[in-house]
């Protein structure tokens, strides 16, 4: 086990993926990239905590769906450029819309008014509104763009040719269900 404890709780697992999106573009890293460095400072270091396994899972999700989603922000800001934004309302925005799209167990709901959350600790006095607009508004296609997500994923899943069965979603024997 590393060293350090892992940050408890969903909320402070968001607010840590804030952190790394956030440093990791600051030093043109990608968040997954981020993630790693600072995985590693917390094995060498035992005064800095581990990063929360959710944490890491955001910032890999993010790094992987990057040019998406911010392809979504931007279709969204209305009057803005991305580049323009503040890069810790950027940072916010990926966590939350990476949440909206790809993580099943959280209601959209609760991403927003994370976002929210976090932007009211984190950012400007304008942010909170500014990201609950661009967030309400990115809900409103969420639907179709993870019912075409799943569509395409279950499209080019490969084939396990003697079952017959999609290899990414068929059961392994051994395999942990909390994996």
Same mark, same amino acid.
């Given at each position: 086990?590393?060293?350090?404890?892992?940050?408890?709780?969903?909320?402070?697992?968001?607010?840590?993926?804030?952190?790394?999106?956030?440093?990791?573009?600051?030093?043109?890293?990608?968040?997954?990239?981020?993630?790693?460095?600072?995985?590693?400072?917390?094995?060498?270091?035992? &005064?800095?905590?581990?990063?929360?396994?959710?944490?890491?899972?955001?910032?890999?999700?993010?790094?992987?769906?990057?040019?998406?989603?911010? &392809?979504?922000?931007?279709?969204?800001?209305?009057?803005?450029?991305?580049?323009?934004?503040?890069?810790?309302?950027?940072?916010?925005?990926?966590?939350?819309?990476?949440?909206?799209?790809?993580?099943? &167990? *959280?209601?959209?709901?609760?991403?927003?008014?994370?976002? *929210?959350?976090?932007?009211?600790?984190?950012?400007?006095?304008?942010?909170?509104?500014?990201?609950?607009?661009?967030?309400?508004?990115?809900?409103?296609?969420?639907?179709?763009?993870?019912?075409?997500?799943?569509?395409?994923?279950?499209?080019?899943?490969?084939?396990?040719?003697?079952?017959?069965?999609?290899?990414?979603?068929?059961?392994?024997? &051994?395999?942990?269900?909390?994996?």
């Amino acid at each position: 086990m590393p060293a350090g404890k892992p940050v408890k709780g969903r909320h402070q697992a968001r607010k840590r993926a804030v952190d790394v999106i956030f440093e990791a573009e600051a030093r043109g890293l990608t968040p997954a990239q981020g993630a790693e460095l600072r995985t590693a400072l917390a094995r060498e270091q035992p &005064d800095v905590s581990a990063l929360h396994p959710y944490t890491i899972t955001v910032a890999n999700g993010v790094t992987a769906h990057s040019a998406h989603i911010d &392809d979504l922000i931007t279709s969204h800001l209305q009057g803005w450029k991305l580049e323009r934004l503040p890069a810790v309302d950027r940072a916010i925005l990926r966590v939350a819309i990476w949440e909206l799209l790809h993580a099943v &167990d *959280v209601p959209e709901p609760v991403a927003v008014d994370e976002a *929210v959350k976090l932007a009211k600790e984190l950012s400007t006095d304008e942010s909170p509104s500014f990201i609950n607009g661009v967030l309400g508004q990115v809900m409103l296609v969420t639907p179709q763009l993870r019912a075409a997500s799943l569509a395409v994923r279950g499209a080019t899943a490969p084939l396990d040719t003697d079952s017959g069965t999609d290899t990414d979603t068929a059961e392994e024997p &051994d395999a942990d269900p909390a994996d």
